[in-house]
């Protein structure tokens, strides 16, 4: 293996909590990455030999991105959806089902490369760490392949066979949620490392989603739930109730709700590209901080609600819309992400931490949102290899 000093770090965000503030920011700073880990952090004049070096000329060292729910196993365009709701019409659930069909037509191939395409798209903006769910295919052969394609990309593999009913079972909402927890969970289950519902109106009720949830469980899969995204439900209370890693979205919240995330190690994810894409409410990021929870912000990137696999964009629309200082929409997109997953090696740059690292061409990280839309990515290594 060859060690890496990378040097004259203007700013480096840690996330480490023995170094000062939230971020645990270290100026003049240099990193020594030794194969896929980070070996050593601290001032440049410090920094021990390497066998090579690299000159961060004063820029903004911060760890990767963490995208701790996206969409990205599907086919077909809904672009005509998204131009009639920006012309007037709401969002609501059942737009997911243009999308089935789409998916279900694809070969595994196109399908594979989709999922490709995004995550290349994600990797160039910095993003090193992508939860990828099922969700689409709604029938047990087609959930069971887009797990398996989505388990060639990423470990933090979801499924989603919860997502919406599928339409062959429009009258008889109940058989489905039967073949969710029996035989379309045996075919998933190997394949993926958590188990998700999206649990909303349009969707999957309280008693639906416990069910679905239980049974997933049962099969060995950590719980994380699509909650309160387009009103006021039991979400977010099921999720804290079965430990799951997460409750996303968490738009609509009582203050009930926001008391249960405080007191609870189930992370509240945020997913602004939603909001902005549908004229919806943004969730109050403000509230869940100032209470004591755990906030992670991810693209939630899908074909329907938000096409985007830009966290950075996340960054600034969470700082601009939903009461997040720069340093806590930076903090929630990287550690957030990584405490949504259950993940300790990814999130932060310390010695052990894998070594997932993005180069700003900025000397600050606050320029996410200072410079809204502006591509910043001067260099991204993940796992220690240098991608771009």
């Known amino acids: 293996m060859t060690s ?20 645990g920011l270290v100026e003049d700073a240099a990193v020594v990455i030794d194969g896929s880990v980070v070996t050593w952090t601290g001032r440049a004049a410090e920094a ?39 012309s007037g019409q709401s969002y609501t659930a059942g737009g997911i089902r243009t999308t089935v069909a789409a998916t279900r ?44 394609i989505a388990a060639t990309y990423t470990s933090e593999t979801t499924y989603l066979g919860a997502h919406v009913v599928a339409p062959e079972f429009a009258d008889d909402p109940s058989a489905y ?16 490392r958590w188990v998700d519902v999206f649990c909303e109106q349009g969707a999957f009720d309280g008693d639906q ?9 049962e099969r060995g899969l950590t719980p994380r739930v699509h909650a309160n995204q387009l009103s006021h439900g039991p979400g977010v209370q099921l999720a804290v109730e079965l430990g799951a890693a997460s ?45 004591g929870a755990t906030v992670a912000l991810s693209t939630d990137c899908n074909p329907g609600s938000s096409f985007t696999t830009s966290m950075a964009f996340c960054i600034a629309v969470a700082v601009r819309e939903m009461g997040m200082t720069p340093d806590e929409a930076v903090h929630a997109a990287t550690t957030g992400g990584a405490r949504a997953l259950r993940r300790t090696d990814v999130g932060h740059i310390s010695p052990g931490a894998r070594a997932d690292l993005l180069l700003l061409d900025a000397p600050s990280p606050v320029h996410l949102a200072y410079r809204p839309g502006v591509p910043l990515t001067a260099a991204v290594w993940r796992a220690g290899v240098r991608e771009l």
């Open 4 to 23: 890496t000093l990378i040097t004259n770090i203007g700013t480096l965000v840690t996330n480490d909590p023995s170094c000062p503030g939230l971020l």
């Open 48 to 86: 021990p030999a390497a066998d090579q070096a690299f000159d961060a000329e004063g820029r903004a060292l911060l760890p990767g991105f963490v995208d701790s729910h996206a969409h990205l196993v599907f086919a077909g365009d809904r672009t005509a959806e998204f131009n009639a709701r920006m």
């Open 105 to 148: 037509s694809a070969s595994d191939a196109q399908l594979s490369a989709n999922v490709s395409r995004f995550i290349t798209e994600a990797l160039r903006q910095g993003t090193t760490t992508v939860e990828c769910k099922s969700g689409y295919g709604l029938t047990v052969e087609d959930e069971a392949r887009s797990l398996r």
């Open 177 to 192: 949620v039967d073949l969710v927890t029996g035989e379309m969970l045996d075919a998933c289950a190997p394949y993926a």
């Open 209 to 217: 989603a416990r069910a679905v949830l239980t049974a997933g469980i």
């Open 247 to 291: 409750a996303d979205h968490c738009t609509h919240l009582t203050d009930a709700d926001v008391a249960a995330l405080a007191g609870s190690a189930t992370v509240a994810t945020l997913l602004p590209g939603a909001e902005f894409s549908t004229r919806a409410p943004y969730p109050n990021a403000r509230r869940l901080l100032d209470a």
